[in-house]
């Protein structure tokens, strides 16, 4: 079975932040993923890239590499990201974020979620 991986904002900005690599993702897991991303994340990045600084240098960059990947973009009806992504952990997504907020609301309804540790690792709650 192949793990359906949705990205947030916060953790695809990381990933860069600290260098982490889709591939890290693949190999922590151990099994076959498919990447996607939300359009209203996509939409996200590209606002933040437009910022002066650091984070908007990882979102230009993190947009640059999704096209490159050729990474899924999924269209939702839910206007509110955090929303959409638990809606989709709902249909079996595996949502990817450091939002704790979002982890707990995941982890409440007995949902999966993968969320980098210690900068390096990726955990699976």
Known sequence: ???KIIFDTNFLIDMIRFKVGF???EENLNEKVE????ENTVDEL???SLQKGKTGGYAKL???ILGKRAIKVLKTKE????NALIDMAKEGFVIATNDMGI?????KLGLKAIYLRGKKEIMMS
């Open 1 to 3: 079975m192949t793990l």
């Open 23 to 25: 591939e890290k993702i």
């Open 35 to 38: 990447f996607f991303i939300l």
């Open 46 to 48: 590209k606002k933040i």
């Open 62 to 64: 993190i947009l640059k």
């Open 79 to 82: 206007a509110n990201t955090d």
């Open 103 to 107: 982890r707990g609301k995941i982890k």
